[in-house]
């Protein structure tokens, strides 16, 4: 699976952006797939994840209510729609799949990685 993520950029606070990835290779549907962030001098952490069907969602507490997760699995995409943005939400956000169906706040679960879309949300 390769994964391909698009949308970052500069916004100003209680902004909104939309993130995509796009993924090739066969069994979309098989993966759960995440998005995670990582901030400068800071490790990588969990954003929101869904799993194959789309039937079950997840989310990072600090985001819970501003971002929303989703997937056309006939697209072979993912997406995070991202509202009410924060400084605090400036990051490199990097897409994922895993094969798994449990264990989504994990990075170490996810197999596959994209490269990673900047988004700087300025005060």
């Known amino acids: 699976v390769q994964l391909q993520a698009s949308g970052g950029g500069l916004v100003q606070a209680g902004g909104s952006l939309r993130l995509s990835c796009a993924a090739s290779?066969?069994?979309?549907?098989?993966?759960?797939m995440g998005w995670f962030r990582q901030a400068p001098g800071l490790e990588r952490e969990f954003v929101s994840a869904?799993?194959?069907?789309?039937?079950?969602?997840y989310y990072a507490d600090s985001v819970k209510g501003r971002f929303t997760i989703s997937r056309d699995n006939a697209k072979k995409t993912v997406s995070l729609q991202m509202n009410s943005l924060k400084p605090e939400d400036t990051a490199v956000y990097y897409c994922a799949a895993t094969p798994f169906s449990y264990g989504y706040y994990r990075l170490d679960q996810y197999n596959y990685w994209g490269q990673g879309t900047q988004v700087t949300v300025s005060s």
């Open positions: 290779g066969r069994a979309f549907s098989a993966y759960g």
């Open positions: 869904m799993s194959g069907s789309g039937g079950s969602t």
